[in-house]
């Protein structure tokens, strides 16, 4: 997918396209000496529906494994990455969007007492840890 128009985008008109990470953090890299980098906030909102008590949201997984896939690929060819947060843990509220956006690897049922129920995301991106090791 090299053209832009043709990449994926969530409900609110966002592309997603993961590349750019790695052209940035690459330009980072040599214009500041490879300096340290953190990054502090990664990921996509989504409609995520509760269904018989799971949340099955693969495009967040395929977001995420996208974005994943460049940044250790900029690490392995000698850009300093000390860390990586997901965005966000949680469901949480936004101000233009209220609850109808979600963005977290934990569903909030607000209407059971913000009961938490891990998505399918959550899942993933345990087993992806555990598997880089890092």
């Known amino acids: 997918m090299d ?3 043709d990449n994926p985008k969530n409900p609110w008109d966002s592309e997603i396209y993961p590349k750019p990470i790695y052209d940035l ?3 980072l890299k040599e214009q500041y000496s490879n300096i340290p980098i953190i990054i502090t906030e ?3 909102g989504y409609h995520d529906k509760l269904e018989d008590g799971k949340v099955h949201d693969q495009n967040r997984i ?3 494994e996208g974005y994943l896939e460049w ?3 900029v690490k392995k060819d000698g850009c300093d990455i000390r860390g990586y947060f997901i965005w966000s843990t ?3 509220y936004s101000p233009v969007y209220g609850f109808e956006k979600r963005y977290g690897l934990v569903y909030i049922d607000y209407n059971d007492n913000c009961r938490r129920i891990p998505k399918d995301s959550y899942s993933w991106y345990k087993d992806f840890i555990a598997s880089v090791g890092e």
Do not use: A, P, R, S
Request: glycine share 6%.
């Open 3 to 5: 053209d832009v128009h």
């Open 25 to 27: 953090l690459l330009n």
């Open 42 to 44: 990664n990921g996509v």
């Open 62 to 64: 395929e977001f995420q």
């Open 71 to 73: 940044i250790l690929k």
């Open 90 to 92: 949680m469901d949480l």
